[in-house]
């Protein structure tokens, strides 16, 4: 499994951002794909993500401002990203499973200016 992350860059604080993620490979029973951040000094932490169900899940930080979706037919999820703030300024990571096995991509990063 190959996830390839895009869609990051610099913006102002108050903008939007939209971040996509593509599966490619063996994607055959790929489950839980979601999004997760990295800042500086900090650990990895949940930004959002779909269960093997098809819900949602959300950071508390981030819920009412980030939205995930996917398009099945092309093996991407998305995280579109309002209201940015400085503290959302972070590498975020791809994350899929596949048969209880964690993948991950390398990132994008996110900068958000105040």
């Known amino acids: 499994v190959q996830l390839q992350a895009f869609g990051g860059g610099l913006v102002q604080a108050g903008g939007s951002l939209r971040v996509s993620c593509a599966a490619s490979?063996?994607?055959?029973?790929?489950?839980?794909m979601g999004w997760y951040r990295q800042a500086p000094g900090k650990q990895r932490e949940l930004v959002a993500s779909?269960?093997?169900?098809?819900?949602?899940n959300y950071a508390d930080s981030v819920k009412g401002r980030f939205t995930i979706s996917r398009d099945s037919a092309k093996n991407t999820v998305y995280l579109q990203m309002n209201s940015l703030n400085p503290e959302d300024t972070a590498v975020y990571y791809c994350?899929?499973?596949?048969?209880?096995?964690?993948?991950w991509g390398k990132g994008t990063l996110v900068t958000v200016s105040s």
């Open positions: 994350k899929a499973v596949r048969f209880g096995k964690d993948y």
């Open positions: 490979g063996s994607i055959f029973g790929l489950s839980g």
């Open positions: 779909f269960t093997s169900g098809g819900n949602t």
